[in-house]
């Protein structure tokens, strides 16, 4: 059973940067891909990041590119977000999603999530 696990969130002023984590504690076989969304408070949920388990290919949101970036962990199913130039509208909670296949930034098909991590970004 995948457990996905963030951390890295916190509180962060305007044009500060934040590195957020996430590893898979059982380290399966059958992830294909993993990414980031996020959901800002009374918001629907939405895309961030995505990138291939086995690294290479990446897809950002038109929001964060330039911004953010996404990159694999050298253990099998952790990956990283490292966010620069953070904003105001970047504040929501951030999580981490693995799926066994299925489109990037299609929130319904991954089939395992984290519990989230805050990103309060302040003025």
């Known amino acids: 059973q995948v457990h996905l696990v963030e951390s890295g969130g916190g509180l962060v002023q305007a044009g500060g940067s934040l590195r957020l984590s996430c590893a898979d504690s059982?380290?399966?076989?059958?992830?294909?891909?993993m990414a980031w969304f996020r959901q800002a408070s009374g918001k629907q949920r939405e895309f961030v990041a995505a990138?291939?388990?086995?690294?290479?290919?990446?897809e950002l949101a038109e929001s964060v590119k330039g911004r953010f970036t996404i990159a694999k962990g050298v253990a099998m199913n952790t990956m990283y977000l490292q966010m620069n130039s953070l904003k105001l509208e970047d504040t929501a909670v951030y999580y981490c999603?693995?799926?066994?296949?299925?489109?990037?930034?299609?929130?319904?098909?991954?089939?395992?999530w984290g519990q989230g991590t805050q990103v309060t970004v302040t003025s």
């Open positions: 999603a693995a799926a066994i296949a299925g489109i990037f930034s299609r929130a319904s098909d991954y089939d395992y």
């Open positions: 059982s380290r399966t076989f059958d992830i294909n891909h």
């Open positions: 990138i291939l388990e086995t690294g290479g290919i990446t």
